[in-house]
């Protein structure tokens, strides 16, 4: 089974904090993916990458950056915290093309 | 169905009843489209997918239809059952990104 493992379930942050979210698969997958989910907008990407050291920009990449110095694990950063980012952070991994993402349990954080 | 906006669409249906949730997709080059369902507190689950050289595909309970002209999903559910109740999201691949629908959500009632 893939397992894709976020380090925190909750995170409760303040207001220009650095945050780090992270993401460990054990299925050597190529791909990954962090998505933010807010009520009535589904699933929205922020960051995604291919392969080790290379990231693309999602459709909300403002105010985020990422991380993959290794193949298995894909850091989310927020620079600087603000309120409109309290939401629920998704790691996804796919292994290649028209293959189904494989999701973590979510980390809801919420910065006040 | 699905919509663009803060309110989510809700289907309520019986238990045993047939569930049909509806998506409509953005673009029509898109190639690839699966159906997660997320359950409170949980990241999406696949349920089924299908490639577009196919406009029909069925797994244990659930099938998928794809309509490419109208570029139009739907997902249906024979005899749902309380444990079907949850959030279902389309997805469609698209220049290599699975871009999400804003979800449906399932409610089974006795």
């Known amino acids: 089974d893939v397992k894709v493992t976020q380090s925190s379930r909750y995170l409760v942050k303040r207001t220009g904090e650095k945050v780090f979210l992270e993401c460990v698969q054990d299925m050597d997958h190529e791909n990954m993916f962090w998505y933010r989910q807010d009520p009535g907008l589904g699933l929205r990407l922020i960051y995604f990458s291919y392969d080790v050291k290379m990231k693309e920009k999602g459709d909300i990449p403002e105010g985020y950056s990422v991380s993959r110095e290794k193949k298995e694990r894909f850091s989310l950063i927020l620079e600087s915290a603000s309120t409109s980012q309290t939401s629920m952070y998704l790691c996804a991994t796919t292994q290649g093309r028209n293959t189904e993402a494989f999701f973590g349990q979510g980390t809801r954080l919420t910065v006040v | ?110």
């Not at chain 2, 953005?26 to 990241?43: C, L, P, R, T, V």
């Open chain 2, 1 to 110: 169905g699905e919509s663009v906006g803060l309110h989510l669409p809700t289907l309520s249906v019986q238990e045993g009843d047939n569930s049909i949730i509806n998506c409509a997709y953005s673009n029509s080059a898109s190639d690839y489209f699966i159906w997660y369902k997320q359950e409170s507190g949980k990241g999406p689950q696949f349920i089924i997918d299908i490639r577009s050289n196919m406009d029909k595909r069925q797994g244990q309970r659930v099938t998928v239809l794809l309509n490419k002209t109208v570029k139009h999903l739907s997902l249906q559910i024979a005899a749902t059952q309380p444990g079907d109740s949850a959030v279902y999201f389309c997805a469609e691949n698209y220049a290599d990104k699975l871009i999400f629908g804003t979800g449906t959500r399932l409610q089974v009632f006795p």
